[in-house]
């Protein structure tokens, strides 16, 4: 929703400037420059990088216009790492065996569904997990491979941002391109009367102005969106690395929680005694 009314300021402010210096609307109406400019961009993004990362643009977009991570995320996420860590200290790694194979059947895991839609974090709890339940590990060496793991992913993770971010970059560029098509389309017509003249520069320039407003008010926003997301999940996955290995130095399950809680920023944070209240009642 945030992106969203992000969008309306951005295009309502430049709309309404334009109409109160007497401007009319129907001039910015240029398919011509549009298909040149978006058409170029789409192309150049197609070129620049491999479908992978082309079809994770789009799933990325969409995360920002739905729900995500937010506040209740990281209290599921903690809850369910709570149940985890409980069957652990119960019962032993090994009894966590049906249900991170199979986590969409765990009666665990299916009790919460936010973290269980998020590919990314499940596959990081339960392929760790079934790495510790193979042999013991020292905390140090667990926390090591858990770092150049989530180094790895935000990497991975970051693709689709740097991709807007490049194209939107190069937008200005397009826009002058569609600009200076324009002017060679009113050469072409110079005989003409005078005021023809004057649509078809006005036209021309219209390319300018769609290539720096999609730059700076569409693409360079929605990578820093996409950026922020990833952020998000990678403290979410550090926050669930510092729970194991809390847990492998053998601290009580709640102080094992509470270590990954303090990685959280201050709008996801709960306070230890929220935390507490949150696992007493399971």
């Not at 961009?41 to 920002?64: D, F, H, Q, S, W």
Request: hydrophobic letters at 50%.
């Amino acid at each position: 929703m945030q992106v969203i009314i992000g969008f309306i300021i951005v295009f309502g402010c430049v709309l309404a400037g334009f109409l109160e210096a007497h401007g009319k609307v129907a001039a910015l109406w240029q398919p011509a420059e549009m298909i040149i400019i978006l058409g170029a961009a789409m192309g150049a993004m197609v070129v620049a990088n491999p479908a992978y990362v082309l079809k994770n643009i789009l799933v990325r977009i969409k995360m920002l216009f739905g729900k995500s991570y937010n506040k209740d995320f990281f209290k599921s996420l903690l809850e369910l790492m709570y149940e985890l860590l409980e069957v652990v200290r119960k019962d032993g790694i090994k009894k966590l065996d049906d249900h991170i194979e199979n986590p969409t059947g765990s009666d665990i895991f299916t009790r919460y569904p936010d973290v269980l839609k998020s590919n990314v974090m499940l596959a990081f709890i339960t392929d760790n997990l079934r790495m510790m339940a193979m042999g013991k590990m020292s905390h140090h060496d667990l926390e090591a491979a858990l770092d150049m793991e989530i180094e790895a992913l935000e990497e991975d993770l970051m693709r689709p941002s740097r991709a807007i971010g490049k194209t939107g970059e190069a937008m200005p560029g397009f826009g002058i391109v569609a600009a200076v098509l324009g002017i060679v389309v009113t050469m072409q017509n110079i005989g003409g009367p005078l005021t023809m003249i004057g649509v078809k520069v006005a036209a021309a320039l219209v390319g300018t102005f769609i290539g720096v407003l999609m730059s700076y008010g569409v693409f360079d926003p929605l990578s820093s969106s996409i950026a922020g997301l990833v952020h998000k999940e990678i403290m979410g996955l550090r926050m669930v690395s510092a729970v194991l290995v809390a847990q492998v130095q053998g601290k009580p399950t709640i102080l094992a929680l509470d270590a990954g809680r303090k990685l959280l920023h201050s709008e996801y944070k709960p306070t230890f005694v929220e935390m507490e209240g949150w696992m007493a009642r399971d």
